[in-house]
């Protein structure tokens, strides 16, 4: 268990449809990112926050969006899916803003399934 | 564009024998390099890392090269061991301060008994 909770595990959706995937940080870490990791693709960033505000932005539609909450918890909702938002989505946290050097820890991930 | 490029999707190798996983990127700005290390059904998990005023980190029986005019790292694991078989990740990040990692597509590992 490397303390990064994401809910739920598994997800299988409709086209057009709108679902939040839910991540709690390891406890301590105040940043928290998203990735998206598509079949046969590298991670690719989505979007970071720090203690409740956003701090960094990747390649994430605007069909997309997250927040942090006071409790440092982040969800990210996804809305209008389509079937290419099928993915692994990851969540990670870190202590502060810069966490190069020794990594982010990993959750185990939401798969997301459109059908 | 990918940035961080891993070229081989698996690699085998006999339990004992060294095992090299290579990657390539293309951003000259990338200042710090990583390895994670991934099991079926689980996250991530980082590995080793090196700054770009290094060309060599080690830990244990894993070991880092970067090669800065080739644009090129390697992870080198000695012995490989069964225990090794996960996809393995090279991930960069930029001077800017920006935090986010760019990620390869990964090399899945398999170390044969």
Redesign the interface.
């Known amino acids: 268990d490397s303390g990064v909770t994401q809910t739920p595990k598994h997800l299988i959706t409709a086209t057009g449809q709108r679902v939040t995937l839910r991540c709690s940080p390891r406890s301590g870490d105040l940043s928290v990112y998203w990735y998206q990791q598509s079949l046969d693709q590298g991670l690719q960033f989505l979007i970071q926050y720090y203690n409740g505000e956003e701090r960094a932005k990747g390649n994430i539609l605007e069909r997309f969006s997250a927040q942090q909450f006071p409790d440092l918890h982040s969800e990210l909702n996804l809305s209008s899916l389509e079937l290419g938002d099928s993915a692994l989505y990851f969540c990670a946290s870190s202590p502060n803003s810069q966490a190069v050097g020794y990594g982010y820890t990993f959750g185990s991930g939401t798969r997301l399934t459109v059908v | 564009d990918?940035q961080?490029k891993?070229n081989s999707p698996s690699l085998s190798v006999q339990e004992g024998r060294i095992s090299i996983l290579n990657c390539d990127y293309t951003n000259s700005m990338f200042?710090?390099f990583?390895w994670?290390k991934k099991y079926p059904?689980?996250?991530?998990?980082?590995l080793i890392?090196i700054?770009s005023i290094k060309d060599k980190n080690e830990d244990g029986r894993f070991t880092v090269f970067l090669n800065k005019s080739a644009k090129h790292l390697s992870l080198h694991i000695v012995p490989s061991q069964p225990g090794d078989s996960a996809v393995y990740?090279c991930?960069a990040?930029l001077q800017t301060?920006?935090?986010?990692?760019?990620?390869?597509?990964?090399t899945r590992l398999t170390v044969i008994p």
């Open positions: 990918q961080v891993q200042d710090y990583l994670y059904a689980e996250g991530p998990t980082f890392s700054s990740f991930a990040s301060g920006a935090n986010n990692l760019f990620f390869g597509t990964g």
